[in-house]
């Protein structure tokens, strides 16, 4: 959280905790299901060992990001660049899925 | 949250700890004592006997269920380990001509527990056991199933991210290892007791939060399973694969001897131990007997499934070997669950685990303690410290007294008595509900000794309790050498201690030595 936050009006700091709160939480729920099924789809494993795998490491995923979403200078990043990465794993879903249904 | 890395980590450390730290306190209490599942759960059935051979508790099984169920369409026996007293066992009966397969599980009439030792049909009393403490650690109680996993699950996330961002806060981990100085300024004792609990059991609680949630991952995290399967079921078949179901062919053939083909399944696994057995079509030539691993035989918590050919006894197939990354999955659920561990280990797990219920109660407590100094007025603090300061007085005080109460209500309420099991965990919540009720009422310094006393008092009498209630009394238990009852009672008897020294110290805190600091008078037990 930068200086000027901590120098600024009470509700806009509670506004401040509130959206990193929500990004911590919806949005690295987000990114580690997203990672899952990204891992999911791509490692070059057999589709039982790649899906485990996904599932393994997506709690490490949402350990981190809700982790970024408090150090992050500003809260806007976090959702800025959270969107950006989220868009990015759907879009390598999506493309996985063109190339090679599900069983 | 100030600009450096280190300081918003502190603040995100503080914070979610403070959020989740009751449920997570209540959930490593519980969840400590679900390492003694099985013996909790033969304390609180003092009908039940002592623990036989596997071999022994299979032939009593068939003989029972040849007489009470010859034409079911599958039995399924859970045998006893060297932990547990009974064989428990549950039947599907034949449908009948017309009908679909009757599919109700877990209906009574089709359930019995049977003496591992004689064989006999026991009708302990009504109680959910040892099973209790493990089930509401991860789903939770008064909520349906599936909501309370969540609330585990989301707990137990926060408890990750705490963790890793107290290791981020923590400047020093390693001279902490070292660093306890209760003599000095409370806070600093508070948090050299919080860093001491925390960083010397610290793989154990990175560890332990891991793999929990990796225990309900099917749950958490199915986007992977989505992401690869059309339907969950081709992803179950893949991760559980099962024989293919028989119909039964009308001929009658005598079923293999149970403990001759048990022999073969041990023999197979280099003498593993044989844990739930499922028979299918019982009596028919197409009859199939499916034997599953003792989970404990391996760190990998699955172990793996046999099927026989029911009539010769002869090895059908064994499911195949795991990959690696379920090989994975397996090994942390087992390291979850602890049941490879031999006794020593075990007790390592319960003491690992008991220095996280105290990381998270000292934790609690340090967010009073740092900020009591802060009031304005330490006498009248305001709502938000106040209401930290009695939950946190109500639940670590309240939930070993609620454990303990559970325990008084096993052996208390009336045999007989309707919805008893219930009423066991009523108990539970009741004291625990009480504490927090208490700690409101009353003074924070008094509530702490009063608490904590009450709680100490709760625990260390059980032995008694039990011994005048029942048959299970620690003379009875030394005499005929049951020593996992006479470790029962001596552990009550040890953690009451403890609760009694913590009520002790809470009490004597004025006279330590004071710090210049006037507000300290009313501050947290030491």
Request: glycine share 8%; net charge positive; proline share 6%.
């Amino acid at each position: 959280m930068s200086g000027g936050v901590l120098r600024a009006p009470l509700w806009r700091r509670r506004a401040d905790v509130a959206a990193r709160a929500v990004a911590a939480i919806g949005l690295g729920y987000l990114l580690a299901a997203l990672a899952a099924a990204t891992l999911a789809r791509w490692l070059p494993a057999p589709r039982l060992e790649a899906t485990m795998i996904g599932g393994l490491t997506s709690f490490a995923v949402f350990a981190a990001v809700a982790m970024w979403a408090f150090a992050a200078r500003q809260a806007w990043r976090v959702w800025a660049y959270g969107c950006l990465i989220a868009s990015g794993l759907a879009v390598l879903i999506w493309l996985s899925l063109l190339m090679e249904p599900r069983l | 949250m100030k600009g450096s890395f280190r300081q918003s980590m502190a603040w995100l450390h503080t914070w979610s700890g403070l959020v989740f730290g009751w449920v997570l306190f209540a959930m490593f209490m519980t969840g400590t004592a679900s390492y003694f599942r099985p013996e909790i759960t033969r304390w609180m059935e003092p009908e039940t006997g002592r623990p036989a051979s596997y071999a022994q508790a299979a032939q009593g099984a068939v003989a029972y269920l040849n007489q009470t169920a010859p034409d079911a369409q599958s039995w399924s026996i859970t045998l006893p380990d060297e932990r547990q007293a009974t064989a428990r066992l549950f039947w599907r009966p034949a449908p009948s001509p017309g009908e679909e397969a009757p599919r109700r599980r877990g209906r009574s009439e089709n359930r019995a527990v049977l003496d591992a030792s004689t064989g006999q049909p026991v009708s302990p009393r009504d109680t959910r056991g040892g099973e209790f403490f493990y089930r509401v650690h991860f789903q939770m109680h008064y909520l349906p199933v599936l909501q309370g996993r969540w609330v585990a699950g989301l707990c137990a996330m926060f408890m990750l991210v705490a963790i890793t961002s107290g290791v981020v806060t923590h400047k020093r981990i390693f001279k902490d290892f070292f660093t306890f100085r209760p003599r000095k300024a409370a806070q600093r004792s508070w948090l050299d007791a919080h860093n001491l609990t925390a960083v010397l059991a610290l793989p154990f609680h990175l560890m332990i939060t891991y793999t929990g949630l990796v225990t309900l991952m099917g749950l958490y995290m199915p986007w992977g399973v989505t992401a690869n399967y059309k339907a969950p079921e081709t992803y179950f078949e893949a991760m559980f694969p099962r024989a293919e179901e028989v119909e039964r062919s009308g001929v009658s053939a005598p079923l293999a001897n149970l403990p001759g083909v048990l022999e073969t399944a041990s023999e197979h696994w280099g003498g593993g131990r044989p844990w739930i057995v499922n028979v299918s079509n019982p009596g028919d030539a197409s009859a199939v007997i499916e034997v599953t691993r003792h989970s404990g035989d391996q760190l990998a918590y699955a172990g793996g499934t046999l099927a026989f050919n029911g009539v010769t006894g002869q090895l059908i197939s064994a499911t195949p070997e795991p990959g690696p990354a379920v090989l994975t999955h397996r090994v942390m659920y087992g390291l979850h669950m602890g049941r490879f561990a031999d006794p020593i280990l075990r007790w390592v797990y319960f003491l690992c685990s008991l220095a996280g219920c105290a990381m998270v109660a000292t934790g609690l407590v340090l967010w009073t303690v740092k900020r009591r100094s802060q009031l304005p007025d330490p006498e009248r603090p305001h709502f938000g410290f106040r209401l930290v300061e009695r939950l946190n007085i109500g639940t670590i005080a309240g939930v070993p007294a609620g454990m303990a109460a559970m325990l008084w209500a096993n052996r208390l309420l009336p045999v007989g008595m309707a919805g008893r099991a219930e009423w066991e965990v009523h108990s539970f919540f009741i004291a625990w509900a009480g504490t927090i009720a208490w700690a409101c009422a009353r003074p924070a310094r008094r509530a702490w000794v009063e608490t904590l006393s009450a709680a100490a008092f709760l625990v260390a009498a059980l032995p008694l309790v039990s011994a005048a209630t029942t048959s299970r009394n620690l003379l009875g238990a030394l005499l005929s050498g049951d020593w996992a009852m006479v470790a029962f009672d001596l552990t009550l008897l040890a953690l009451g201690a403890a609760l009694a020294f913590c009520a002790l110290k809470a009490g004597a805190y004025r006279a330590a030595p004071k710090p210049r600091r006037r507000s300290r008078t009313v501050a947290a037990p030491a």
